[in-house]
């Protein structure tokens, strides 16, 4: 079932996706070589202690950190540890914030030190590719034409598209209907009304779109260990048109 949500309940949505993206740009200045991806998390958990917010993802089916820290060919899910991070790494941060029960989602990918041209290539086209389809996320539109947006210009600059994980409607919950993929034909799915809350997600892979899972049942990598990243903001469909809600 869609649920639309008000206008108040779309800003009580904002205020948590101010604090998930103030959290991000930290995390920003944090990322570099020698650090790990615990290191992240606990300075997630503290950030969002201090800002009455809490990590909506830890303790989600058994999931037990307040983020996921996915590194070079892991494309979503990473479990983050204590392995420092190395020069020319790329790094997926992702996490759900909850502010008095009201959720925003954002994932972001991040170069350590110096990263190859390739990387830079495959971070530069996710996030465009991102902007893509918030630009199609209009009242009246389709899901798909937010999924054709993505695939046709991920697949012009050569790169593919994650088929197995999806973005997703949210609220109150972190996962409501209807799912969003990152392909697909235009002018098809269900159509998109003002009220709704959708995050966009698309996760890209430098080769094979296929993804595999480890033993511990989360992390998700390419098939043939090529680098993946992944680019996510939570949106709110309006009149006035697509209005980012994990941003300052």
Known sequence: ??????????????????ILAACHKEIGKMIRPGVSGM??????????????????QKGYSGYPYATCAS?????????????????GDIVTIDMVVNLN?????????????????????LLKVTEAALYKGIEQAIDGN?????????????ESEGLSVVRQFVGHAIGQKMHEEPQ??????????????????????????????????DADGWTARTVDGSLSAQYEHTIAITAEGPVILTQQ
């Not at 079932?1 to 101010?18: L, N, P, S």
């Not at 998390?41 to 990590?55: I, N, Q, S």
């Not at 590194?71 to 020069?87: M, T």
């Open 1 to 18: 079932m869609v649920v639309i949500k008000t206008k108040e309940e779309i800003q009580y949505m904002h205020e948590a996706g101010k």
């Open 39 to 56: 290191d992240i998390d606990r300075f997630v958990e503290k950030f969002l202690a201090e800002h009455g917010a809490t990590p909506e």
């Open 71 to 87: 590194v070079n060919d892991i494309i979503c899910h990473g479990f983050p540890n204590e392995n420092p991070f190395q020069d």
């Open 101 to 121: 029960g009201w959720l925003a989602d954002s994932a972001w990918s991040y170069r350590v030190g110096n990263v190859s041209p390739e990387a830079d290539k």
């Open 142 to 154: 389709r899901i798909g034409d937010i999924s054709h947006a993505i695939q046709v210009y991920a």
């Open 180 to 213: 969003v993929p990152h392909y697909g034909p235009a002018g098809k799915g269900p159509r998109l009304k003002e009220g709704m809350v959708i995050t966009i997600e698309p996760m890209l892979n430098i080769g094979d779109y296929r993804a595999k899972i």
